[in-house]
């Protein structure tokens, strides 16, 4: 036993040393080797590749280890393409911006926003020009912008309107015995619809059909406006599919001509007037173009808040009143920053987790004034945490409002009396409990339903506050109805609509602030234990490509939402449902 010990001993030893050995190495090889500067050469175009991830706010990981070994998780930051747009305007070495992307990995809010800095960076005087092999919907609405688009002679474009498709759960709960009981507040509340019926509500059906249409007219004026094409005739293409090959989007003036990558290229030297470099977005934003100098002492302060919202410390994926809070007890207590702009990019999540963001944002809009600039989504708690703004801007393309409230607990009792479970409880008292292997009591229902109500109470009292309307009116629009950003206007939920950058000139005029530079915020610090863990060989795997390959894309959705649904935690202000816009 003793020769066993010393031999494990002896071999865990042996892996720590050669672990700090490692460490050593690249600490000094992180010392030695400083990556080449990126330089812009003379001449050159803007390659817009926009297939990775991309976020409103991605700032970099200060992690020596990953540096070294040249590892990056390839996200792009909204603000810093943005800014990097903004920059090349002014950049005597850029000629114009070629977009050549095979995706367009962002959300339609984002896009848009992208969408409208390349129309003014157009406006400058320097060139737009879009190629691609195939155009995606999203592609073709970002692309459109450009002065001359081209297509490849065998290729298509994807233009036929959009679509939505939401699962329903309830024949396969019924034939396994396996569901989730809810309980909710609100008409539209449908983020629990999948798991009551099997087919969708006249109600949800009218939510989905308005904000989808909403949607698609702001898509369709873009691109009227870009390409000279009547919003009528638009949607004549989109109803027949006459984009699906070069010769038929020719024919339609969607593109302006079909050629090939080294046709378009001599196209880029004929309008450069001679050879020319590229440089891509990533490596302009690594040679520093991705922000904005200023020598301004005073400072507006942008808070991102993107991703679900949770209980707890929250990360650079989700919401946590941990690290948001956090964020604006510092720009309150900085005697530079002058204004606060909290961008919001969330689908909603806890409610409790809500709440509490909302109240360190009440007490920091009595300091300094509060705007808000809506990306994507800002619906359900992601609306709870925005409702007591000042201002509150929204893209017209912004999935926002869904004001309505949920609880959901899974239940298997079918399933365990299908197969000879039988659950006993012993209590101390008499208040209601629940047990995944009993049906749900009266009492427990009523208990719950209680709480969702006093929240969704709370919920409605604290926007009727926030946007100086009455309980009866916030109500009425309420009940968990989605609304996009154009029609929330109308509906009193939003103020103005532009994008972050609007939001924040508007911080700067009630800061009365002439001249301002820009603070983000939260500070995504990694402990220790995390550092090490992302330096593992296995932390930069990708689960969701691997679940993908296994399970296949639609099954993936279907697993991916269910597991979404498991790990909910208290009662929810979340999106009626998981949006999957086509």
Same mark, same amino acid.
């Given at each position: ?20 050995l ?7 090889g ?5 990556p ?21 706010y ?24 943005l ?31 992208i ?5 003014e ?18 592609? @073709? ?25 939401i ?15 809810? *309980?909710?507040? %609100?008409?539209?509340k ?60 020719? +024919? ?12 378009y ?13 590229? *440089? ?7 040679? /520093? ?14 808070? @991102?808040?993107? %991703? ?15 690290? *948001?809070?956090?964020a ?19 689908? /909603? ?8 963001i ?22 359900? /708690? ?8 000042? #201002?509150?801007?929204?893209e017209?393309?912004?999935?926002? /409002? ?31 409990? @629940? ?20 929240i @969704?109470?709370?919920?409605v009292?604290?926007?009727?506050? %926030? ?7 916030v ?9 996009s ?43 220790? +234990? ?37 790990? #909910? ?8 449902y ?5």
């Amino acid at each position: 036993m003793k020769f066993l010990r010393n031999l494990l001993a002896s071999i865990l030893g042996f892996f720590i040393s050669l672990f700090l050995l490692l460490l050593l190495f690249i600490g000094i090889g992180t010392l030695v080797s400083k990556p080449e500067p990126v330089t812009v050469k003379s001449n050159s175009v803007l390659e817009l590749d926009l297939a990775g991830i991309i976020k409103d706010y991605a700032p970099k990981e200060n992690n020596a280890f990953l540096d070294a070994l040249e590892i990056s998780d390839n996200k792009l930051a909204l603000n810093h393409i943005l800014n990097a747009i903004d920059n090349a305007q002014l950049d005597n070495k850029i000629k114009g911006i070629s977009l050549n992307t095979t995706a367009v990995n962002a959300g339609f809010a984002q896009t848009q926003a992208i969408r409208k800095k390349l129309n003014e960076f157009k406006e400058s005087g320097k060139f737009v020009y879009a190629y691609n092999d195939v155009y995606s919907q999203k592609n @073709y609405y970002l692309s459109s912008v450009a002065d001359s688009l081209f297509l490849n002679p065998v290729g298509q474009i994807d233009f036929g309107g959009l679509s939505s498709e939401i699962l329903y759960y309830k024949d396969f709960e019924d034939k396994y015995g396996v569901k989730m009981e809810v *309980i909710r507040h %609100g008409k539209y509340k449908s983020a629990v619809e999948p798991y009551l019926e099997n087919k969708m509500s006249e109600a949800n059906r009218e939510q989905i059909s308005s904000f989808l249409n909403s949607i698609w007219s702001e898509i369709t004026l873009g691109i009227s406006k870009s390409r000279n094409i009547s919003v009528e005739n638009l949607n004549t293409i989109a109803d027949n599919s006459d984009a699906r090959n070069a010769e038929l989007a020719k +024919k339609n003036n969607l593109i302006d001509a079909a050629i090939y990558q080294d046709e378009y290229n001599d196209k880029l030297e004929k309008i450069v007037d001679g050879k020319f470099s590229t *440089i891509s977005i990533n490596d302009y934003i690594k040679a /520093g173009k991705g922000k904005k100098t200023s020598t301004a002492k005073d400072r507006i302060a942008v808070i @991102y808040a993107q %991703g679900e919202i949770i209980y707890g410390k929250g990360n650079d994926e989700t919401i946590g009143q941990g690290i *948001i809070n956090k964020a604006i007890k510092k720009a309150v207590k900085d005697k530079k920053v002058k204004a606060i702009v909290l961008r919001v990019n969330s689908p /909603g999540g806890s409610a409790l987790a809500s709440e509490l963001i909302w109240r360190e944002l009440e007490l920091a809009k009595k300091e300094k004034p509060l705007i808000v600039s809506m990306g994507n989504l800002a619906a359900s /708690g992601g609306y709870y945490i925005a409702c007591n703004a000042d #201002l509150i801007f929204a893209e017209p393309t912004t999935i926002t /409002g869904s004001i309505g409230v949920f609880g959901a607990v899974p239940n298997a009792y079918e399933l365990s009396k299908n197969i000879g479970i039988n659950a006993e409880q012993v209590n101390t008292n008499k208040s209601p409990q @629940y047990s995944v292997f009993e049906p749900i009591s009266k009492q427990f229902y009523d208990v719950t339903k209680e709480g969702v109500e006093h929240i @969704y109470t709370t919920f409605v009292n604290r926007v009727a506050a %926030g946007r100086k309307l009455t309980f009866e009116q916030v109500d009425a629009v309420a009940q968990g109805r989605v609304w996009s950003g154009k029609e929330a206007i109308s509906k009193g939920l939003v103020d103005e609509l532009g994008s972050l950058e609007d939001a924040i000139n508007s911080a700067a005029q009630l800061a009365e602030l002439k001249d301002f530079r820009i603070k983000n915020y939260p500070n995504y610090k990694k402990e220790f +234990k995390e550092m090490l863990d992302s330096f593992s060989p296995f932390a930069k795997v990708n689960k969701e490509d691997i679940l993908k390959e296994a399970l296949g894309n639609e099954n993936y959705r279907l697993f991916t939402q269910i597991n979404q649904f498991k790990n #909910l935690k208290g009662i929810q202000t979340r999106m009626p449902y998981i949006i999957d816009i086509k």
